[in-house]
């Protein structure tokens, strides 16, 4: 298996693994939108004999009062069911960290499984003293620092990219 950021011809590829790992196309649209209109976008693939099996995708977060703090979000992330359970999330979630921080990301947010993220040093985030615009349990809204301390004495509600809400 191979983790690569994505390249223009594989935006088909793309699209097939969102729709097939989720129950609606919201999650393939978001992928398009966000392409277009945030910047800076960490998008990899998991490439698996050359058809793409996985794909992440990183993109800026604002908290108000603080434009000076890079942050992104991770979503959405997907995985061919098939291939499910085979450390290909990890993979693309390990190496979409790793280039967040090459691009001069401070820290990373996710809205995810509460037992799933905290593998990779995410924690809730009212330990940040950090919410979430949208109404959703305190668990599974989590952070990791990929600076260390660039969160001391910031609070506030991370906002997503308006793609996010459809607008």
């Known amino acids: 298996m191979l983790i690569r950021a994505e390249e223009e011809e594989d935006r088909a590829g793309v699209r097939a693994v969102n729709r097939?790992?989720?129950d609606t196309e919201s999650e393939a649209d978001l992928v398009d939108v966000l392409r277009q209109r945030a910047r800076p976008v960490v998008s990899l693939v998991a490439e698996?004999?050359?058809?793409?099996v996985g794909h992440i995708m990183f993109s800026p977060v604002s908290l108000p009062g603080y434009p000076e703090l890079k942050i992104m979000g991770l979503a959405p992330m997907a995985v061919l069911p098939k291939f499910q359970r085979k450390g290909i999330g990890s993979a693309l979630v390990r190496a979409g960290?790793?280039?967040?921080l090459l691009v001069g990301c401070g820290a990373v947010v996710v809205l995810g499984h509460?037992?799933?993220?905290?593998?990779?040093g995410f924690s809730p985030s009212a330990r940040f003293s950090i919410?979430?615009?949208?109404?959703?349990?305190?668990?599974?809204f989590m952070v990791?620092?990929?600076?260390?301390?660039?969160?001391?004495?910031?609070?506030g509600k991370i906002r997503y990219h308006p793609a996010f809400s459809g607008a």
Do not use: K, T
């Open 97 to 100: 960290l790793e280039e967040c």
């Open 114 to 120: 509460s037992g799933y993220y905290p593998r990779f």
């Open 144 to 155: 990791l620092e990929l600076q260390p301390g660039c969160l001391r004495g910031v609070s």
């Open 131 to 140: 919410g979430c615009e949208y109404d959703v349990p305190e668990d599974v």
């Open 48 to 52: 698996e004999d050359g058809a793409i």
């Open 20 to 22: 097939a790992a989720f």
